[in-house]
């Protein structure tokens, strides 16, 4: 069994024109946005987890309000694929947790992916976290949707 977290970076800042946008921050709003999702997660989590985060600023300090060691990973910037994602964390062949810090359109062109969705239909909010969970079951993988959670709901 495994479980993967995909977690979207809270709320950043404009990109000012000619600006480079990884190096964009995280707003105030957004720090609050993180510090709830981290709050949240930090109770669920399991020992032993994998973080991964894209390196860009926003994601990076969407990841360091979990207080957790985590490790930034090219694949996961913007302008990668599902595939980058699902081959980075080895899904669904790795046993134990993995929660990913990263962008819009890669998160939810995953979910949609191991959920058998249209890309279009599986927008992923500033903030919000997606748990999913791969099982076998009677000799069939199955892909399970363990709770979606925004930080203005919490």
Known sequence: MMDLILWRHAEAEELAEGGDDLARALTSRGEKQAARMAAWLDRQLPEGLRVLA???????????????????????????????????VQWPRAKGTVLVVGHQPMLGQTIAQLMGLQASECAVRKGAVWWLRQRQRLDQSQTLLITVQSPEFL
Do not use: H, I
């Not at 990841?63 to 996961?76: P, S, T, V």
């Open 54 to 88: 894209s390196p860009s600023r926003r994601t990076e300090q969407t990841a360091n309000a979990l207080g957790r060691k985590f490790k930034m990973r090219a694949e996961l910037l913007p302008g990668g694929t599902p595939q980058d994602l699902l081959d980075l």
